[in-house]
Structure formats: C-alpha cells, structure tokens
C-alpha cells in the first residue's frame, strides 16, 4: 500500500516542481509524506500549500489533523481548524466539537499556577 503513496509522492513532487504556486499539488504531496509516516517532510508541504494559498481550506484542516493527533502539537492546530472553520461556507460540526476538545485540552495546561520552589 506505500508503493501507492509513493508513486503519489513522486508524482506530486513533479507538479511542484512544475508550478511551485499549485497549492492543491502541495496539500497532496503532504498527504503523500504523511501517509508513509514522513510527518515533518507533510507538515513542510502543508506549510507549502499554505504560503501558496492561505486560504485553502483543506490545508488548513490537513495541518490542523497532522499537529492534533501525529505530532501531538495541540497549540499548533488549534488556529489551523478555527481557520479551516472560518473559510468554510458553513460550520463543520465535527471539527467544531474537535475544536472545543483541544480548547479543553490547552486551556488547562495553560492555566495552572506555577510550582513554588522550596
């Protein structure tokens, strides 16, 4: 099944090469990385897709998945899935409870009084 992903990945490499401004060939290319386990090489060609088109939206929700659930980053796709939110012509209803989960993950983290030494 990673063969598949990696002719995709080759292939996905030549259209960048072609039109480094084809944001979709850059999202499929980080899909590519990221399903041959290649999280940072996906999160680059996201990144990628995105500085091509900041408002496209499945790179958004791409990039938002790859930092919640692979590398475990949840301060980092919290504004990519409210992005991803914002562009869509109507709520996501799935996304919308993901994003809540996540604020009620880092909302914690962030509010607990520091240790005191001694």
Same mark, same amino acid.
């Given at each position: 099944?990673?063969? !598949?992903?990696?002719?995709?990945?080759?292939?996905?490499?030549?259209?960048?090469?072609?039109?480094?401004?084809?944001?979709?060939?850059?999202?499929?290319?980080?899909?590519?990385?990221?399903?041959?386990?290649?999280?940072?090489?996906?999160?680059?060609?996201?990144?990628?897709? !995105?500085?091509?088109?900041?408002?496209?939206? @499945?790179?958004?929700?791409?990039?938002?998945? @790859?930092?919640? @659930?692979? @590398?475990?980053?949840?301060?980092?796709?919290?504004?990519?899935?409210?992005?991803?939110?914002?562009?869509?012509?109507?709520?996501?209803?799935?996304?919308?409870?993901?994003?809540?989960?996540?604020?009620?993950?880092?909302?914690?983290?962030?509010?607990?009084?520091?240790?005191?030494?001694?």
């Amino acid at each position: 099944q990673t063969g !598949l992903w990696r002719e995709a990945q080759y292939r996905w490499e030549r259209a960048v090469a072609i039109d480094p401004t084809y944001a979709e060939a850059w999202n499929n290319l980080g899909n590519a990385y990221e399903h041959t386990g290649k999280f940072d090489d996906a999160r680059r060609q996201y990144r990628k897709a !995105l500085d091509a088109d900041p408002d496209y939206a @499945l790179a958004h929700l791409n990039i938002a998945i @790859l930092y919640d @659930l692979y @590398l475990q980053e949840p301060k980092e796709a919290l504004p990519h899935y409210q992005r991803y939110q914002q562009l869509l012509p109507a709520e996501d209803g799935v996304v919308a409870k993901w994003i809540i989960e996540l604020e009620r993950r880092i909302r914690p983290a962030a509010s607990k009084p520091p240790k005191e030494n001694g």
